[in-house]
């Protein structure tokens, strides 16, 4: 498997984490030597569930009970791409209390730190760079714009190749969208034995969901004027 996904023009680590936390459907909660699955997350995402805070604001969670904790997530495409596993999030912490998985109201979790793995290795994340991040505003919305792109627009996405730089190598047999985020579109081109990346960035970062089908009708419009005039567009 080869990657050459370029982080110019994309998401930070701190951005890719805040919004596979937000987004997320399910994580798995291993504390007190156990492991909990929490698969229904009613759309409130992970921090739904957990509230993060530093350790000089724990109070509980400082003196008396401490229990370590592990919140892991898996971030999978919604396209059917080979090899569909996109990154895995792993948030490391204290709970003053043993983890109860039939709590309804959110658990605090002293935070000590977040692992960002994907394509390009692995990151860490600060809580401060959580908190001050803002949410992508295709976050929560990404799985159904990327599938309608495959059911509806199938024959469309193929054309983003004339935008990728420097140019694909020969052979590719079948092109998919592997992500999209404010700052553009991540296509999967899948050959015959392997597969990489490739990113086609959006001209301005979206910064409202109304703004996307815009940009990505601009980026379609680009490829066409590239099979007409052999130029990139200025």
């Not at 692992?115 to 401060?128: I, K």
Request: overall charge positive.
């Amino acid at each position: 498997m080869r990657h050459f996904l370029s982080r110019a023009g994309a998401p930070s680590a701190a951005e890719r984490v805040r919004s596979i936390l937000a987004a997320a459907h399910s994580m798995t909660v291993v504390s007190d030597g156990r492991g909990h699955e929490v698969r229904r997350l009613d759309g409130l995402g992970a921090m739904g569930h957990f509230h993060l805070h530093a350790p000089c604001e724990s109070g509980g969670a400082s003196t008396g009970t401490r229990v370590p904790v592990r919140l892991e997530l898996t971030d999978i495409a919604p396209t059917p791409v080979r090899d569909r596993l996109r990154a895995r999030v792993t948030l490391t912490g204290v709970l003053g209390a043993p983890y109860d998985a039939e709590a309804t109201e959110s658990t605090c979790m002293e935070f000590r730190q977040a692992v960002l793995e994907d394509a390009a290795g692995r990151s860490y994340v600060t809580l401060p760079e959580l908190e001050t991040t803002e949410l992508d505003p295709l976050a929560m919305c990404e799985a159904g714009m990327l599938t309608h792109l495959v059911d509806e627009h199938a024959d469309l996405v193929p054309r983003l190749l004339r935008l990728v730089r420097p140019r694909p190598e020969g052979g590719v047999r079948r092109v998919l969208p592997l992500a999209v985020d404010r700052y553009g579109l991540t296509l999967r081109l899948e050959y015959r034995r392997t597969h990489r990346d490739a990113r086609v960035p959006f001209r301005t970062p979206v910064r409202h969901i109304d703004h996307v089908g815009t940009q990505i009708h601009a980026l379609l419009a680009a490829s066409r004027r590239i099979s007409h005039t052999g130029r990139m567009p200025a």
